[in-house]
């Protein structure tokens, strides 16, 4: 299956890595540092909002800003996802570096908060690889990925 801009949709083997991903980026590297640091944010350092809603501040008030979590997140999908779609890598990096770059647009990281988060990603990616059962899913991901091209 195929969207209308040509981009093939995601199937069972895609989605599976997808979801699982950001468990791994916050869970395997990001949650545990945030914990022990509790760096305040940019916004409620300088008592300003973000580009979010009112909501969104009020949550992550009270969280520790570094290191950023969505960073590894936007990152190791990135990296993940330039395996599946190597002709793409390119384009595929410069969104997952820019994914986390919006954080610290946005006021919700520092920039070094963002810079470890894609350190961590790298860390988590080279563990994944390690994990017969992420290395199938991949496997199949690609190969879904490759028939969905045709």
């Known amino acids: ?6 981009i093939p949709r995601l199937q069972s083997w895609e989605c ?3 979801k699982r991903v950001i468990g791994d980026a916050i869970d395997g590297g990001t949650r545990t540092p945030k914990k022990v640091y509790q760096r ?9 909002r973000t580009c979010s809603t ?21 990152y190791l999908l990135a990296l993940i996802l330039s395996e599946i779609n190597p002709s ?5 990096y410069k969104l997952g570096i820019k994914y986390g770059y919006n954080r610290v647009v946005c ?6 908060d963002v810079e470890m988060g894609r350190r961590i990603a790298a860390y988590v990616n080279a563990r994944l690889h390690a994990d017969k ?4 899913a991949l496997a199949n991901a690609k190969a879904e990925f490759a028939a969905a091209k045709k």
């Open 1 to 6: 299956m195929v969207y209308e801009t040509g």
């Open 16 to 18: 599976q890595l997808i």
């Open 40 to 48: 305040v944010r940019p916004y409620v350092y300088f008592g300003e």
């Open 54 to 74: 009112q909501e969104d501040d009020d949550k992550h008030v009270n969280s520790g800003s570094y290191p950023s979590g969505h960073s590894s997140y936007g």
């Open 88 to 92: 793409n890598q390119d384009e595929i």
């Open 107 to 112: 006021g919700f990281h520092w920039q070094s």
């Open 133 to 136: 059962d992420f290395m199938t």
